[in-house]
C-alpha cells in the first residue's frame, strides 16, 4: 500500500471517531438543555455530566488529529479548503470556543445557569451543521480560482439541495447516535428513569436518521454521479449499514441489550462512513485535489506513519485505562465514586 | 487592498496567538507546580500541600479549557489565514505539529484521569503519578510547537527545486539551528511565569486577609521554584541571544540598535532613536553586547549594516527586548530578596512592601511571555520563513478576514472576561479555610501563628 492510501486510511479512521464520540458530546448538550426546559433535567443530567467531564477534552483532540493531519499528509488542502473555508471555518471555532470554554465554566465553576445550558445545546447542533459545509464543498463544483484567488460559491451552497440535505443528515445523526449511547450509560448506571427518557429520544430519532441518509444518496445523485455510481459498487457496505441500522432498531425497541444496540449503530455509521469515504476515492477535493497529487513527500509521509504508529503506542494504553476508569467502572457509572 | 487582508491577516493571528500564549503557558507550566505541592504533602503528610494541589488544579481546569479552545482556533486558523505558508511548509514542518497532537491527546486523557480520581486509590502516590504524564504532555506540546516556530526563524532540513521544498528532511527540519535554545528558553520561561504567577495569587490573599500557615507554605513553594526557574531562565536566554549572534544577526542588531559591524560592541538598554538612527538617553553598557553574543568582550557583533534596509525587522523590537530583559533579571532578584529577609532575625519577609512586589511579578512574568513572543515574531519581519516566503506571500486573499478579526475579538474579549468571573467565584465561594475543614478535619482549626 502507498504511504498516502495509508495516511488517508489513517485519516478517515479518526475523522470516523471523531464522528462517534463528537456526536455523543454534541447530541449529549442539546438532550441536556431539551430536558431542562421540559423540566426533565434532574432525570438526566447527572448522567450526562458524569459521562461527559473526564472525555470533553479527548473529543476535541480527534478534531485537532484530523485537521493537523489533512494539512500534514496533503498540504495542497490547505491552500484550497483553507482558503475557500474562511468564513464557515472561523464560524465553527467560535462555536467550539464558546461550546468548550462554556461547558468549563459551568460545571468546574459557577452555578447552573440556563444561558450557559442554551449554548452548550444550541453549538451542539449548529457546529455539526457548519463542519458539514467542508463535505459538502468535497463534492467539487462549489468554489472557484480566479487569478489565484480561491473563493467559496455561497449563492451556489445555499441553494444546493445537497448541501442541505447533509446539513440536515448531521443534526439527525448526531442526535440518533448520542441517544443511544445514552441509553447504554443508563442502563449500566441501571438509572431506570433517565433510561426511560434517552431510549425514547433514542427511537424518536431513528427514522428520521435513516430518511435523511436516503434524501442525501438522491441528492448526491444528482449534483455528483461519479460518486454515486461508485458508491453503487459498494453496494454491500450500503446493505451491511442499513441492516445494522435495523438490529439496532430493534433492540432498541425492545429494550434489550443496549451496549449491543450502540455497538451496531457505531457499525451502521462505519459501513455508510467508508462506503461514502472510498466511493470519494481518488478526490480530496473533486475535482482539484486527488490523493496522488495532493501528497506530501514521501520522506515526509513515512515520517508522519511512523509518528502514528509511536503515538498510538502511547495512546491506546492510555484510553483503555481512561475507559476502565470511567466508562466500564460500574461504581463510577453509578455515581458511587 | 492587497495589503490590508495582509495586516489584518497579522493583526488577527497576533490576536490570537497573544491569547492563546496566555493559557498556553499556564498548560505548561501550572501540572508542575501542582504535582510539586501534592508530592510534598504525601511526603509530609501535610494536609495543606494537598489542599493547595486541588486548589490549584480547580483554576487550572478553567484555564486549560480556553488554551484548548483557543489552540484549537490557532491550529486551524494557520489554515485559514495563511493557506499560502501552510501548503509549502506543511511538507517540510508538519510531523512536529503532527506529534503535537499526539501530546496533546496524552495530557488530555490523563488530566480526565486526574481531575477525577483525587479519592479513589489507597495509595496516594498512585494519583500523584497520574500527574506526570500532564507534565510531561503539556511540555512536550510546547517543545514541538516550539520546534515549528524554530523552522520559520531558521528553514532547514530540505532543497529547493522550482521554488518548491523537495528532498524533504523531517528529522533535519525538526532539528534547525534554532531549535535547542528556542525550546529551552520557552520551557524555563513557562516554569518561570507559572511559578511567579502563583506566588503573585497567594501574596495578594496574604495582603487581603492574613497570613496563615497554608498561605505561607504556598509562598515559600512558589518563591523557591520562581527563584530556580528565574535563573534558568537567564541562562536560556543567554544562550538564545547567542543564537541570534550566530544565525539571524539581523534579529539581535534590531534589539540592540546595532547598525555597524564592531568589536566589543556595548549593551543599549532603552533610550530612542533620531533620524539619522543615533540613540538618544540610553543606558549604556560597555562591551556587554559583545559578551551577550558571543561569551567574549572583545568579540565582533554583526549589524544591521549588512542587512538590506528593507529587510530590517522593526526597530521599536528594542523595547520589547529591554523589558523582557529587565524583567528576566526582576523576578528571580524579587524572589531572593524574600529569602534574604526570611533569614534575617527579625523575620520581615511578610510585610506589605514585600508582598506586594511578589503580588507584581506574576502580571510582569505575563507580560515578559508577551514581550518576548512579540519581539521573536515582529524581529523575523518580513519574513514568514525567513529566506523563503514573506508574511506578505503568504497571507490569504479572502475579502471576509476584517469581518473575521471582530468576530474573533469579541470572542476573546467575552472568554477572557468569563475566565475572570469564574475563577474569582470558584474561590470566592469556597475559601480555603472552609475547604481545609470540610477535606482534612483532623487539622486544628487555629492553625494561623
Ligand atoms: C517570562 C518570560 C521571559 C523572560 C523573563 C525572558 N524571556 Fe526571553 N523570551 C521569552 C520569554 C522570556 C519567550 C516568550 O519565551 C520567547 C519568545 C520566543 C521564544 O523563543 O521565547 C523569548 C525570546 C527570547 C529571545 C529571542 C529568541 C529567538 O527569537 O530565537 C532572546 C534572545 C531572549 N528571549 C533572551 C532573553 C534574555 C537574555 C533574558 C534575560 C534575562 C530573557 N530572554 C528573559
Ligand atoms: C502556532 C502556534 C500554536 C498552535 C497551532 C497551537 C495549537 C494548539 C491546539 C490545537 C491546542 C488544543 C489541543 C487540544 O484540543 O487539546 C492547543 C493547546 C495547548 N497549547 Fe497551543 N498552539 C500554539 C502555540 C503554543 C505554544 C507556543 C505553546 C507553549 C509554549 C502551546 C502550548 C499549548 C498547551 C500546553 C496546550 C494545552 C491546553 C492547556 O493545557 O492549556 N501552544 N494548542
Ligand atoms: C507555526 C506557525 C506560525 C505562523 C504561521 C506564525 C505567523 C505569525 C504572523 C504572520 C504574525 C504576525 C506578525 C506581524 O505582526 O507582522 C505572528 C505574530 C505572533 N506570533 Fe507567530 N507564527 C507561528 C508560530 C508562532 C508560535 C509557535 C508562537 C508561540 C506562541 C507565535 C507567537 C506569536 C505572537 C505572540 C505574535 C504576536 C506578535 C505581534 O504582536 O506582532 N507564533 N505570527
Known sequence: MSYEIIGISVLWIFLYGYLIVASIDFGAGFFAFYAKITKQDHVVNQLIARYLSPVWEVTNVFFVFFFVGIVGFFPESAYYYGSALLVPGSIAIILLAIRGSFYAFENYGSKQSTVYTFLYGATGLLIPASLSVALTMSEGGFITEENGVVSLQYLKLFTSPLSWSIVALAIVSVLFISATFLSFYAARAQDEPALKLVRHFALFWSTPSIIAALTTFIFLSQHNPGHYENMLDLWWMLGLSVGFFMIASWLLYMGKYYGIAFVSIMLQYFFAFFGYGIGHYPYILDPLISIHEGATHESMGIALIIAFIGGLLLLVPSLILLMKLFLFNADYVKGKK | MELDTVLISRLLTAMTLGFHIIFATLGVGVPLMISAAEFIGIKRKDPHYRLLARRWTRGFIISVAVGVVTGTAI?????????????????????????????????????????????????????????????????????????????????????????????????????????????????????????????????????????????????????????????????????????????????????????????????????????????????????????????????????????????????????????????????????????????????????????????????????AIEFGWIYAEEGRQPWIIRGYMTVEEAATSSPYIGLMFILFLALYILLGTLFVITLRKIFRDNPAEEELEKHYPSVKKGDES
Open chain 2, 75 to 367: 491550529g486551524l486558523q494557520l489554515s485559514l489565514v495563511w493557506p499560502n505558508f501552510m501548503q509549502m511548509a506543511g511538507n517540510v514542518i508538519s510531523l512536529p505539529l503532527f506529534m503535537e497532537v499526539f501530546a496533546f491527546f496524552f495530557e488530555a486523557i490523563f488530566l480526565g484521569i486526574y481531575l477525577y480520581t483525587w479519592d479513589r486509590f489507597k495509595n496516594e502516590y498512585i494519583h500523584w503519578l497520574f500527574s506526570l504524564p500532564i507534565i510531561i504532555g503539556g511540555g512536550f506540546s510546547a517543545v514541538f510547537i516550539t520546534i515549528v516556530n524554530a523552522f520559520m526563524n531558521t528553514p532547514d532540513g530540505f532543497e529547493v527545486e522550482n521554488g518548491a521544498f523537495a528532498a524533504v528532511n523531517p528529522i533535519g527540519a525538526m532539528l534547525n539551528p534554532a531549535t535547542p535554545t528556542k525550546v529551552f528558553h520557552v520551557l524555563s520561561t513557562a516554569y518561570l511565569t507559572c511559578a511567579a504567577i502563583l506566588a503573585a495569587i497567594t501574596a495578594f490573599l496574604i495582603l487581603k486577609k492574613k497570613a496563615t500557615d497554608y498561605y505561607k507554605k504556598a509562598l515559600k513553594l512558589t518563591l523557591a521554584l520562581t527563584f530556580v526557574f528565574g535563573v534558568l531562565t537567564v541562562i536560556t536566554g543567554d544562550t538564545s541571544a547567542k543564537f541570534l549572534a550566530a544565525h539571524q544577526p539581523e534579529k539581535l542588531a534590531a534589539a540592540e540598535w546595532h547598525f555597524e559591524t564592531e568589536e566589543g560592541a556595548d549593551l543599549i538598554l532603552f533610550g530612542w532613536l533620531n533620524d539619522a538612527h543615533e540613540t538618544i538617553g540610553e543606558i549604556r553598557i560597555p562591551k556587554f553586547l559583545s559578551f551577550l553574543a558571543h561569551g567574549d568582550f572583545n568579540a565582533e557583533v554583526t549589524g544591521l549594516e549588512e542587512t538590506p534596509e528593507e529587510m530590517w525587522p522593526p526597530l521599536w523590537v528594542h523595547y520589547m527586548f529591554d523589558l523582557m530583559v529587565t524583567i528576566g533579571f526582576v523576578l528571580p532578584a524579587i524572589a531572593l530578596l524574600y529569602f534574604i529577609l526570611k533569614k534575617m532575625k527579625n523575620r520581615q519577609e511578610h510585610n506589605k512592601g514585600m508582598l506586594s512586589l511578589i503580588a507584581l511579578s506574576g502580571p510582569l512574568a505575563l507580560a
